[in-house]
């Protein structure tokens, strides 16, 4: 299965948020959407970094809330994995596994064009088990 197939069913539209904001912003949009990560893009929709709970979590531990009153951009990942829609779902799990994070952003034609999250991934992969186990009974009804 490709990542094309996961974002048709969820859609493409992913929650954002520029460099400037400040980190106590990012929070609030994190915990109103009930999402783990943003992408922080430029005007022109070109990814600049990532945030997740874990960088907020490690800035807060060691700046105390003082962090909160950051632009994300001090904050933020600004080397960040992407993939694209043809790659297939195990691909990008084997991103996620090789550098230990759960969201992967992907990208068309230079631009944010939807995320896939560990979530995602493991969704797949059940429906997928399920399947498997469905045809192996079917199989085994009709020997
Ligand atoms: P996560 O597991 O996604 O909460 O992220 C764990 C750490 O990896 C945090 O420091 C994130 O900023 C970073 N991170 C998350 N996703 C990516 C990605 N696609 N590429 C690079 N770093 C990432």
Request: net charge negative; aromatic share 0%.
């Given at each position: 299965m490709t990542v094309a197939a996961i974002l048709n069913e969820k859609g493409r539209e992913v929650i954002t948020e520029r460099g400037g904001a400040l980190l106590l912003q990012v929070c609030q949009t994190l915990g109103t959407n009930k999402i783990g990560a943003m992408v922080i893009v430029d005007a022109k929709g070109h990814i600049e970094g990532i945030i997740s709970e874990r960088d907020i979590v490690k800035a807060i531990g060691r700046e105390?809330?003082?962090?909160?009153?950051?632009?994300?951009s001090q904050i933020m990942t600004k080397s960040v994995v992407t993939c694209t829609e043809e790659e297939t779902v195990n691909q990008v799990m084997q991103k996620m596994s090789s550098g230990r994070f759960r969201h992967v952003p992907v990208v068309k034609d230079k631009k944010l064009n939807g995320l896939i999250s560990i979530g995602d991934v493991v969704k797949h992969r059940i429906a997928q088990v399920e399947m498997e186990a469905e045809h192996m009974r079917t199989y085994i009804a009709m020997t």
């Open positions: 105390g809330p003082d962090a909160l009153n950051q632009p994300v």
